[in-house]
Structure formats: structure tokens, C-alpha cells
């Protein structure tokens, strides 16, 4: 059998077992009248039968399911994916708003706030390894970041100038990683493991030195930004528009970095010594230079995503407060293929992901988070096991480059 053949049958079966559960799941509600109540924010709410409108959302994903499964057409396996993902997801939302409305704007405009450190983290890893350095040291970053930030403007009593020394802090920590993996030619992967570790302890002791014994815990968060007329744009204004300023700037350098990469003299030079750093020295292409200089700037994009901890969503800092965003911009990297947008999408499935489960902790309904935490883990191995296409990162990366 071919392996695309296998491929088909694979995770075509995979999507109908999980619709056939999706339609066992929706008998407990067809012999009642429940019904869901849908909030899409100021333009109002919709009421519709749970059973009944999850019956016919899994009959259809099991539709599509089947459909490649019968014709072996592997160009559907993507839409039939996709479609069982919206069906598992919608059936949750209406499970949650049973009763009470479930506000999809509010949702959504979840997701986009608790994406932006992984987004940010996934485009300070873009930035390096699209010159062949491997940086999985992005914790550490944002670790460093988000207490030097907090620290700095507990004590400078100027919370942008919290948020300058978060980024700063950064771009001091990827110098390290740079001197030692560039011009040490450590093992990548060593290299950032520890400053990981470097990261650790010293967010600790500056915690137990500076901030406990001083008995400072809180500082003032970033404040929320409402963009005239357009935060009035139905549905988009409150998600997008009336937001805090980093969530601002993770949206603005995603366009922006797209642009450098694919656009510019600076983006080619960069994705020239992330495949081929020999021809790119051939032709008078500084390749020592440019990964020091990305690798910094990928601090700083580092440095900016811990201060969104401790910054702007809590106004304090604990020890390992980021809980392993940074891994986990890593892999919505993976998921993005090495490119900005595509990393903002995955960045945005973990932020949804996050959001659901918070609400369905608020709400109260009966299911562990811990699965809900999963969903964003299993669909990064799907993706990787090539149904979305092969993810093949630059081919230098993670090679150390010698000039001889």
C-alpha cells in the first residue's frame, strides 16, 4: 500500500470514530429540549436545540470523513480534518451554553490576549533559526523578561520603563545564547538548555532577594488601548481593536516580519544563511553578523512576550510564571512551517484552546481541563505527522557554521 494510500485511510478513520463519539454524545440531549444560547457580542444572541444541532453537525463531519475514506482522494484529508475539528469545538460551545449564553466575541477576543506570548515566542524562534540557529532557550527569555520588567518598574515606579528593561533583558540573555552557540559553537540545544536553567535560578533569587524581603508584590498593568471608530466595528472592534499595547504590537510584528523576511534585502540575506550559509559567504554576506544580529532581535521578541506576563495580565511575578510558553511557541513554530503567519495561526489554537478551557472552568462544566490542555498538543502531532503537509525547517539549522 502506498504511504499516502495509508495516510488516507488513517486519519479518515481517526475523524469518523471521533464523530461516531461526537453523535453517541449527542443522544443524552435529543430526547429533551435543552436548547443553547449563542452570543456574538453587541449584534445579540441565537437560540438553537443542542441535540438536534449536534446530531447534524457530527452527521455531516462524518459525511466528510467518509467521503475521502470511500474516493482515496488525500487532497480532502485537510478539509475533512479541519471540518471534524469545528464539529468537536462547536459541540463543546453548545454543551457550555446550555441555559446560560455563551459569548463567541468574548471567546474569541480570549484567545487573541492569552496567544500573544506564544506568538511572539514563536516569532523570536523564526527569527533564529531562519539563520540556523536553534533557540529553544525562548522560556528562559521570557522568564528573565518577565521578572527583570516587573522588578524594573516596581522600582523605577515607571511601568514602561518596566517594559523597555524586560526587553533589554531579552536581548542580553539570546547574546549569551549567540556567543555560545556562534562563536563557541556549543551545541545548540546545550546552549539553550542552559539558559534555561541560568534562567531559572536567577528569576529566584531576584524574587527571594529584591521582592520578597522588600515586601513588594504588585505593580499596575498595561493599560487597555481603544482604537477610535474602529473598536465600534461590530464583533471585530472587541476583539481586535480594544486591546492592551502588546497584543497590539504582537499583531503589528507579525505583518512586519513577514514583510522583512519575504520582501526585503535583510529577508533574503537571512533565509539565504539559514539553507546555505556557504554561498551566502561567498557573495559578501556577513553570516556571523546576521546571526548575532537575529538571534538578539529574537531576544527581544522573547523579552516582549515575558513582559505580557507579568506586565500586562497580572501586575506581579511568581516563580516559573510562564508555565512553558516558550516550548510551546516552539511548536506553534513547527506548526507555522518557520513563517509568521502560519505561526500566528498556531499561536491562535493554543490561545483558543487556553480560552476554552478558562470558560469551561468558569461555567463549571464537568470535564478536566487537562484534556481541554491536550487538544493544542494533539493537533501539533497530527500536523506533524503530515496532514497538513510536511513542516521542513531551513536546512542549516542547527548546524554550526565554520568559515574556512
Known sequence: ????????????????ILNLLIIRFSFRFLGQDLKSIIGFGKLGSISVFTGRTIFILACLGLAGSIFPLVRRLEKFINLS????????????ILWAGIDSKFDIVGLLALSLRLSTPIVLGALSGILCERTGVINIAIEGMMLTAACIGFTAALYLGNIWLGLICAVVSGAVMSLLHAFLSVTMITDQIISGTVINILAVGLTGFIRRSFLIRARLSRTAILPIITVPLLAKIP??????????????????????????????????????IGEHPEAADTVGINVFKMKYQNVMLGGMLAGLAGAWFSLETTGSFDDLMTN??????????IF??????????????????????????IKGIPIPPQFLWMLPYLITMVVLAGVIGKSTPPAADGKPYIKR
Do not use: C
Not at 340 to 361: K, R
Open 1 to 16: 500500500m502506498e504511504k499516502s494510500n495509508y495516510k488516507t485511510i488513517v486519519f479518515s478513520a481517526l475523524t469518523i
Open 81 to 92: 480534518f479541519f471540518v471534524t475539528a469545528f464539529v468537536a469545538v462547536a459541540t463543546l
Open 235 to 272: 464583533i471585530i472592534g472587541a476583539i481586535i481593536f480594544t486591546n492592551q499595547p502588546i497584543v497590539f504590537m504582537m499583531m503589528g510584528l507579525v505583518a512586519l516580519i513577514t514583510i522583512l523576511l519575504f520582501k526585503t534585502r535583510w529577508g533574503l540575506r537571512t533565509r539565504s
Open 324 to 333: 512553558g510558553k516558550g516550548f510551546i511557541a516552539l511548536a506553534a513554530m
Open 336 to 361: 507555522g512551517k518557520w513563517h509568521p503567519v502560519g505561526a500566528f495561526t498556531g499561536g491562535l489554537i493554543f490561545g483558543f484552546s487556553d480560552a476554552l478551557q478558562i470558560i469551561f472552568q
